[in-house]
C-alpha cells in the first residue's frame, strides 16, 4: 500500500487551476522529486500533502486513510520551507525539541530525542545558538532535525536547497538523501533543478501547468521522455520540424525545411504528418566522414563553448537552422574551430518522433 | 476527534464574541450618529433650519465654519506635502546620524498631547516669555494674526501643519521603503538625475501612500479639538463648534456638523482605500509631456539636483525645529521663569507655586486628574488590547477582513468631537441611556481608537515577521491551532502589542477633544489644560503642559526601546 496517495485531486485558485486532476501514489520510504517550472503547482501539491490546504476535487490518502479535513498536526507530514522557518524566538533546542514537547512527551524523552536528533545532524554543539547564528546548511539541518524529532515520517521539502550557493547545494544533496534513507522516512522533494531531481530521486514526477507530464525513475525520464516538454526541460535537445513523407520496414523518413531529408527509427508516424524530431546534444557526433547507418548533414561551426570537461559547438546546417553538439573533451583530440565545415552525424535510433504540438514548438518547450 | 469538536466550536465563540464587541464598541457609535439625524430629523430641522427666532442662522454657520475648516486644511496638508515629501525620502532611504532622533521628532506631535502642545505654541509665538525674547519686542504676534492671501490665523496653521506633519511623513517614509532601491539604482545608472529619478521613479511609485497620507493629515487637521481649541481665537472650525454646541445642549445642531465630518471622513477614505487596495501603479500615464519639455525639464532637474541637494535635507529639519522643538523648549524654559513669581509684574500670585499650592489649589486638581487620566488609560488600553489581538488574527485570516479593517480607518480619521458626540448619543441619556458622562464614558470613547491603533501595529508585527509560515510549519510539526498560537504567533508578534499598547495608552492620555464632550464632572489633565486656559490660570497651565509632555516623552523613550529590542 502506498505511504501517500493522491486521486483526481484538483485545486484552484479563484479562475487559476494550480492542479488539475493529479494522480499520484508515494511508497514508503521512497525519495520522490517533484520537477517542473516555476508556477507549475509544486507548492500547491506540497501544501495540499501537508494539509495547509484543501483540495477542491478528489482525495488524498496517508497510510490508507482519507485526510481531506484533517489538520496538518495530525499527518505526520513536516513541511519544510525554503528558507526554513527556523523559529527566530527560540534557539536550537527549542527548535528542535517543539514538536516533542508540543505532543507532551514526558521530559525525559523529550531530552533524549532531542539531543540523539541534534547529534545525527552533528549539531549537538550548537544547541544554544539562535537561527541567525548559524549557516545556511546548519539551517537546514536544523530544520530536517526539527521534523525527525517531530516523529514525522514524511518530510516535504519545498525547494530545500534554493537559498543555498551553488557549491553547497552539491554536497548538501547526498547528505540530505542518506539522512532520509538513514532514518527510513519518506521525501517528497520540491524543484525546479533538472540536475538536483536527477541525482537524489528514486522516481521523478514531472509536473507542468498542474498536471503531471510523466512519471519515473530518473534514467526512465532521461532516456524515454514521453514529450517535448520533458525532454527539453530535463537534459535538452535538438529539435527538427518536418513532415513524415515515407514509411518502410526500417524506420521512417522525415523531410525537413529546405528539403533535407533524415531517418529516424520510429515507424509509428503517418505518411504527411507534420512531426518534431528531438535528438539530444551528447548524441550528435562531429567529423570529417560521412559514418555508414547514420543521418549525415553538413554543417557550419558558429560558436565553440567550453562547458566544463566537455566541448558544446553551435553549427548552423544548409537550411539554416542551428544545432547543438556536446562531446567529451579527450586528451588527445583538438577542439574544432570556428569557422570549420564539418559533417553531423546521429543514429536514427536516438531520434525521439513526438507529434507536432498544437500551439507550437516554442511555446511547447518554453520553460514557462 | 473530541478537542477537533471542542475547537471548531471554540474558534467560533472567539470569533464571535470579537466581531460583536467590534461592532458594538467601536463601529457602532458612529454609525448611531448618523442614524440620530434621520431617527430625530424633526429635532434637527427645528434646530437648523427652521428656528422661530434665528431662522436656518444656525444652518448658515454651518455651511461658513465647514468652509473655515477646508481651508484651514487644504492649506496645512499642502505645506505638508511641499515638505513633508522630501523629508519622508531622506528618513526612508538615507543614513546619517541623528536620524532616529529626527524621526521622533517628527513623530512627537503624535504622542504629545494636542492641548499642552497648543498651548505650547500659543506661548512660543504670542507670549512675551516666547520667541519673543529673543527679537526683544513684547510679542511677536497676535493670535489673529492673519496670514496674506488664504487668510487663517497664523497660530492656528502652524499648530495643524505640526500635528498633520507626521501623518504625511511616517506613510510616505513606510511606503518608499517598501519600493525596492533598486529601481532608483537602476534609474541613475542609466543616467538620471537624483531629481530625474524621484520624479520619474519613485514619485508614481509612491503616489498610493501619498495619498493616503494625505487623507490622512487631512482628517487630522478637520478634526482636531484639543490644541485648536486653544489657539483658535475668534476663529471657530468644524470639531471646535461641535464642542462648544454640545456644551450649550444644542444637541441635533452638534450631531448635524458631527455626521457631515463622519460623511466627509468616509467619502474620503473609501476611494483611497479602493485605489490603493487595487494597487494600481501609476495613473500618470496618460500625462503625456511633450519630448523637447521633457528634455528641458531634465536639464533643469540634472542643474537642480546639483544645486539644490543640500536644501532638501536642510529645510525640512528647520521647519521640524520651529514648529516642534522650540514651542516644547519655550514651554520648560517658561516654568522655570514663572516658578516662583511673574517675572514682569513680580507678583506672586503669578507664579507656578503660589497658583499650585496657593488658595485655588491647583495641585489637587492635577492630582485628580492624573488619577482620572491614569484610570481611563489603562482601563480603556486594556479592554481595546483584549478586542484587538483575536480582531488582527481576524482581519490577517478571513477573506473579509479587509472590510474589517477599512472600518477600523474610520475612528482614526473622525474628528475626536464627532467620535465623543456619537459616544455620547449612543450610550448616555439620550440613547441606549446605559451609562452617564463621567469616567466611565471617557473610557468607552478612548477604547473606540484604541482598537485600530492597536489593531495596525500588531498587524505590523505580523506581517513583517512572516507568522503565517511559522505557524504553518508549527501546524506540520504536531501543534494544534491553538498550540501553534500560543507557541509561535503570540510570541512573534509580542513587540507589535506591547508597541500597540503603549501607544494607546499615550494617545489616550494625550486626548482632549472628545473626552471634553463625554467627561462630565470628571476631567483628564489635557482638559485640565484647557480649562486653566479658559481660566487664564497661565502658570498652572504651564506647569501642567510640561508635565504632560515630559509624560508622553517618557512614553516614546519606552516606544523607541521596545521597537529596537
Ligand atoms: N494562495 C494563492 N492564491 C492564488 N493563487 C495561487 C496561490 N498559491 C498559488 N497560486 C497560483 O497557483 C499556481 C501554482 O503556484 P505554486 O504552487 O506556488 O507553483 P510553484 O511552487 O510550482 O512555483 C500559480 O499560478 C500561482 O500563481
Ligand atoms: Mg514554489
Keep these: ?368 | 476527534m473530541a478537542w477537533k469538536i471542542i475547537g471548531i466550536n471554540l474558534s467560533g465563540i472567539v470569533i464571535s464574541c470579537t466581531l460583536i464587541a467590534f461592532l458594538i464598541f467601536v463601529v457602532l457609535p458612529s454609525f448611531y450618529l448618523i442614524s440620530y439625524i434621520f431617527l430625530r430629523w424633526d429635532e434637527v430641522w427645528y434646530e437648523v433650519f427652521a428656528n422661530p427666532i434665528t431662522g436656518d442662522e444656525n444652518w448658515r454657520q454651518i455651511i461658513m465654519i465647514l468652509l473655515f475648516s477646508f481651508k484651514l486644511s487644504l492649506s496645512a496638508v499642502a505645506f505638508d506635502l511641499v515638505f513633508g515629501v522630501p523629508l519622508a525620502y531622506v528618513l526612508a532611504r538615507k543614513k546619517f546620524p541623528g536620524k532616529n532622533l529626527l524621526e521622533d521628532l517628527v513623530t512627537l506631535p503624535l504622542v504629545i498631547p494636542t492641548s499642552g502642545f497648543g498651548f505650547a505654541t500659543l506661548i512660543t509665538w504670542t507670549s512675551s516669555s516666547g520667541l519673543s525674547r529673543l527679537f526683544g519686542s513684547t510679542r511677536l504676534l497676535s493670535m489673529n494674526t492673519a496670514i496674506p492671501l488664504i487668510n487663517v490665523p497664523f497660530i492656528l496653521f502652524i499648530v495643524h501643519v505640526a500635528l498633520t506633519f507626521p501623518y504625511l511623513v511616517r506613510t510616505v517614509e513606510t511606503k518608499i521603503q517598501s519600493i525596492e532601491e533598486t529601481y532608483e539604482i537602476a534609474s541613475r545608472t542609466l543616467g538620471a538625475s537624483s531629481l530625474t529619478t524621484f520624479r520619474k521613479v519613485l514619485l508614481p511609485l509612491s503616489i498610493p501612500g501619498i495619498f493616503s497620507g494625505s487623507v490622512l493629515a487631512f482628517a487630522r487637521s478637520l478634526g482636531e479639538t484639543g490644541a485648536t481649541i486653544i489657539v483658535s481665537g475668534v476663529s471657530t472650525t468644524a470639531s471646535i463648534a461641535i464642542v462648544r454646541w454640545a456644551s450649550e445642549f444644542k444637541l441635533s445642531t452638534a450631531a448635524f456638523m458631527g455626521s457631515l465630518l463622519v460623511l466627509i471622513a468616509w467619502i474620503m477614505i473609501l476611494p483611497v482605500e479602493i485605489y490603493v487596495s487595487k494597487n494600481r501603479r501609476s495613473s500618470w500615464r496618460h500625462l503625456h509631456i511633450p519630448t523637447n519639455l521633457s528634455m528641458k525639464i531634465i536639464k533643469f532637474e540634472r542643474f537642480l539636483s546639483r544645486k539644490l541637494s543640500i536644501v532638501k535635507d536642510i529645510v525640512p529639519l528647520i521647519i521640524v525645529v520651529i514648529l516642534i522643538i522650540i514651542p516644547v523648549v519655550v514651554v520648560i524654559s517658561s516654568v522655570t521663569l514663572y516658578w516662583s513669581a511673574d517675572p514682569y509684574t513680580g507678583r506672586v500670585e503669578g507664579g507656578v507655586v503660589y497658583q499650585l499650592f496657593g488658595p485655588s489649589r491647583y495641585l489637587d486638581l492635577i492630582l485628580r486628574a492624573t488619577l482620572t487620566s491614569v484610570i481611563v488609560a489603562s482601563i480603556s488600553t486594556y479592554i481595546a488590547t483584549c478586542i484587538s489581538i483575536p480582531l488582527s488574527f481576524i482581519i490577517e485570516r478571513r477573506r473579509y477582513g479587509h472590510v474589517l479593517r477599512t472600518m477600523l480607518k474610520v475612528p482614526l480619521i473622525i474628528p475626536t468631537s464627532s467620535l465623543g458626540l456619537s459616544v455620547l448619543l449612543l450610550w448616555g441619556a439620550s440613547g441606549l441611556c446605559l451609562v452617564n458622562s463621567g469616567i466611565w464614558m471617557i473610557i468607552l470613547t478612548h477604547i473606540v481608537f484604541s482598537v485600530p491603533v492597536i489593531v495596525e501595529s500588531i498587524i505590523a508585527a505580523y506581517e513583517g515577521s512572516g507568522v503565517q509560515m511559522y505557524e504553518e510549519t508549527a501546524r506540520t510539526l504536531g501543534a494544534n491551532a491553538y498550540s501553534a498560537i500560543e507557541a509561535v504567533s503570540l510570541p512573534l508578534i509580542k513587540g507589535g502589542i506591547f508597541t500597540g499598547f503603549i501607544l494607546s495608552f499615550t494617545h489616550s492620555l494625550g486626548e482632549t477633544g472628545a473626552t471634553l464632550i463625554v467627561m462630565g464632572r470628571d476631567t483628564t489633565i489635557p482638559v485640565l489644560v484647557v480649562n486653566m486656559v479658559e481660566a487664564l490660570a497661565i502658570p498652572a497651565a504651564l506647569f501642567t503642559s510640561t508635565y504632560l509632555i515630559v509624560l508622553s516623552l517618557v512614553m516614546l523613550v519606552i516606544i523607541r526601546i521596545l521597537t529596537q529590542g
Excluded at chain 1, 505532543?103 to 532531542?114: A, G, L, S
Excluded at chain 1, 541567525?132 to 526539527?146: D, I, N
Aim: with cysteine; proline share 4%; net charge positive.
Design chain 1, 1 to 368: 500500500m502506498p505511504l501517500v496517495e493522491l486521486v483526481n485531486v484538483t485545486k484552484r485558485f479563484g479562475k487559476i487551476t494550480a492542479l488539475n486532476r493529479i494522480n499520484l501514489s508515494v511508497e514508503d520510504g521512497e525519495y520522490l522529486c517533484i520537477l517542473g517550472p516555476t508556477g507549475a503547482g509544486k507548492t500547491t501539491l506540497l501544501r495540499l500533502i501537508a494539509g495547509l490546504l484543501e483540495p477542491d476535487e478528489g482525495e488524498i490518502y496517508i497510510d490508507g486513510r482519507k485526510v481531506n479535513k484533517v489538520p496538518p498536526e495530525e499527518r505526520n507530514a513536516v513541511y519544510m520551507f525554503q528558507n526554513y522557518a527556523l523559529f527566530p524566538h527560540m534557539n536550537v533546542w527549542g527548535n528542535v525539541s517543539f514538536g516533542p514537547i508540543i505532543k507532551e512527551w514526558d521530559q525525559k524523552r523529550i531530552n533524549d530525542v532531542t539531543s540523539e536528533v541534534l547529534e545525527m545532524v552533528r549539531l549537538g554543539e550548537r544547541k544554544n545558538a539562535y537561527p541567525h547564528e548559524l549557516s545556511g546548511g546548519m539551517q537546514q539541518r536544523v530544520a530536517l532535525a526539527r521534523g525527525i524529532a517531530s516523529g514525522a515520517r514524511i518530510l516535504l521539502l519545498d525547494e530545500p536547497f534554493g537559498a543555498l550557493d551553488a557549491r553547497l547545494r552539491v554536497n548538501l544533496r547526498t547528505q540530505l538523501k542518506s539522512l532520509v534513507k538513514d532514518q527510513r522516512l519518506t521525501a517528497i522533494h520540491v524543484t525546479h533543478d533538472q540536475e538536483e531531481a536527477l541525482m537524489v530521486s528514486d522516481r521523478i514526477a514531472i509536473l507542468r501547468g498542474g498536471r503531471i507530464e510523466q512519471v519515473g525513475s530518473p534514467q526512465e525520464i532521461y532516456t524515454n521522455p514521453k514529450s517535448i516538454f520533458t525532454i527539453s526541460f530535463v537534459g535538452g535537445a535538438n529539435f527538427f520540424e518536418g513532415v513524415v513523407s515515407r514509411v518502410n520496414k526500417f524506420g521512417s523518413e522525415i523531410e525537413l525545411r529546405g528539403g533535407l531529408r533524415i531517418h529516424v527509427s520510429d515507424r509509428s508516424r503517418n505518411v504527411g504528418e507534420r512531426v518534431v524530431v528531438a535528438v539530444r546534444r551528447e548524441h550528435i557526433s562531429l567529423g570529417k566522414s560521412r559514418r555508414r547507418g547514420f543521418n549525415n548533414l553538413l554543417g557550419e561551426i558558429e560558436d565553440v563553448m567550453f562547458v566544463g570537461g566537455s566541448m558544446e559547438y553551435m553549427i548552423k546546417l544548409e537550411n539554416d537552422m542551428t544545432l547543438f553538439s556536446r562531446t567529451l573533451l579527450k586528451g588527445s583530440s583538438t577542439p574544432l574551430r570556428r569557422g570549420e565545415i564539418v559533417i553531423i552525424s546521429f543514429h536514427p535510433g536516438e531520434c525521439r518522433v513526438f507529434e507536432y504540438p498544437r500551439r507550437g514548438l516554442l511555446k511547447e518547450i518554453e520553460a514557462i
